[in-house]
């Protein structure tokens, strides 16, 4: 468990550039050991408890949050350049793998600036078709090796909700939607890690706005990004114009006759070539076909799109680069799912979400409007104290989700690098089998918890623990207080 210690140690360090004060850096650290360690999820003062810092603290702590001693920008990027020279990237022909998708969290704070109203789109019965909360935006990279992957989230930012706010604060992606900040979050991420990468993306995520963002950002950031996505049942792509022998008058054609994508299953059954995959950990018998062709309305940008049937199973895949193979794109979209798995221990292990920030300065919410009059009465706002306040409280937020996403980042590269030799004694009975090489980010965290105190007196040297003995309670006797 030393090593284990030592390598939250010594990440958590390399954050120590990104913190204009070292009381600030002193809070980052008890946040972030707080989130992994924590066994109950009621905010920020579990966090007090878990570590037992001194109350006269708490007011300190809730002001770190919204300290001008630090900025989310700089994290991000300490974040990835941690990530990226961890040595556990995964890698696919020499390209790092990429996994987006949004997440929404429900919030009920009247007073809590980027709350909304939103569709829910899950297919459970028991959520209602509408709810109010935050719309979040998530960048995760795979690390770890064919037996063992994580998706780690190297970014995670409102994306909803923030438009004036986002103006306010000077940010150039807050008037973009969903899909483009997405998508330049991505190129972003690739820049930062200098890696060549593979973008996988949800089918809600092809559209010509965000084809047009990727077009934008492989200049801007000057990043090597390919997408690989799913396309939706009725879409419609174009062949490529035919070259005619006898020149004519007028610019040339840029897209030929239009194909019903979904229809090809019916008219070119017979040239579909069966092979064997593995996918999602079993080998699978798959029938695809491959076809490049061009898609967007006055965009026509070439993809080769990858008509799969699995067992009577009918998917449409599409991927930017022409020249990767059929059954590598199919192998490789299988694998978005990991971001799914990570939002699960980021909900359920970490409880990333439950934060609680607001502010007077904010607007009262009425559930009964429109988000458009909820906007105008936000514009309305022109006092820069009040301005202040919702930024602040919005970098709260993402700050606090920023944190998260660190923690559950070293659970991750904890169980890659030290799992096999965890003790079994000390994992948590599970109903399934604890017995595998890598446990997950819940084993992990109990695995810690465990073992929070019991290095204290062995390793006294580590800098984060010493840090946080700093704002601990006053205890007369040490021995009693660790047993």
């Known amino acids: 468990m030393k090593k284990m210690w030592n390598l939250i140690n010594n990440t958590l360090l390399m954050f120590f550039d990104c913190f204009k004060s070292g009381e600030a850096f002193r809070w980052f650290v008890c946040v972030v050991i707080g989130i992994m360690i924590r066994s109950d999820h009621l905010g920020v003062t579990s966090i007090v408890r878990e570590l037992s ?34 040595g556990l990237i995964y890698r696919e022909n ?27 789109e899950s297919e459970n019965s028991a959520k209602p078709q509408y709810m109010f909360g935050h719309m979040f935006g998530c960048i995760g990279i795979l690390i770890g090796s064919t037996k063992k992957l994580f998706c780690t989230p190297i970014s995670m930012a409102l994306h909803d909700g923030n438009e004036i706010t986002g103006q306010w604060a000077e940010d150039s992606l807050a008037e973009k939607s969903h899909v483009e900040r997405l998508v330049h979050e991505a190129c972003q991420v690739a820049m930062l890690i200098k890696k060549p990468c593979l973008l996988l993306l949800d089918r ?90 061009l898609w967007g309305k006055k965009l026509y940008q070439p993809l080769r799109f990858v008509l799969v049937n699995i067992n009577g199973t009918q998917a449409i895949l599409a991927c930017t680069d022409l ?98 030799k965890v003790e079994k004694r000390l994992l948590p009975w599970l109903r399934t089998n604890t017995c595998k090489e890598n446990p997950s980010e819940f084993s992990i965290a109990n695995v810690l918890r465990k073992t929070f105190l019991s290095p204290i007196h062995s390793t006294k040297k580590l800098g984060i623990l010493q840090l946080i003995h700093s704002v601990q309670e006053d205890i007369e006797n040490e021995e009693d207080f660790a047993s």
């Not at 702590?61 to 941690?82: G, P």
């Not at 790092?96 to 969290?105: C, M, N, P, S, T």
């Not at 990004?225 to 792509?237: G, L, M, P, Y």
């Open 204 to 293: 809600y995520y092809l559209t010509v706005n965000a084809l047009k963002a990727w077009l934008e950002s492989q200049i801007e950031y000057i990043s090597q990004v390919v997408i690989v996505t799913r396309a939706k049942k009725n879409c419609t792509a174009y062949e490529y114009p035919k070259k005619s022998d006898k020149p004519k008058r007028g610019a040339p054609r840029k897209k030929g006759k239009s194909v019903k994508v979904q229809k090809l299953f019916e008219t070119q059954a017979e040239f579909f070539t069966q092979v064997v995959l593995t996918l999602y950990g079993k080998k699978t018998t798959v029938s695809y076909l491959c076809k490049d062709l």
């Open 323 to 420: 020249t990767m193979s059929p059954e590598k794109i199919i192998e490789l979209y299988c694998l978005r799912f990991k971001i799914e798995t990570s939002f699960r221990a980021f909900k359920q292990t970490l409880s990333g979400f439950d934060y609680h920030f607001w502010t007077h300065s904010m607007p009262k919410l009425n559930r009964f409007k429109k988000n458009e009059d909820a906007r105008k009465e936000l514009e309305k706002i022109e006092d820069e104290k009040q301005r202040g306040a919702i930024v602040s409280t919005l970098k709260a937020i993402e700050g606090f989700v920023m944190c998260a996403c660190i923690a559950l980042g070293l659970l991750q590269m904890c169980s890659l690098l030290y799992g096999e």
């Open 53 to 86: 810092i001194n109350p006269c603290h708490y007011e300190s702590l809730l002001h770190f949050f919204r300290a001008k001693s630090w900025t989310l920008s700089e994290i991000r990027k300490k974040w990835a350049y941690i990530v990226a020279r961890s």
């Open 94 to 120: 020499g390209m790092a793998v990429l996994i987006g998708d949004g997440v929404k969290q429900c919030k009920e704070g009247r007073k809590m600036p980027g709350v909304k109203r939103l569709v829910q």
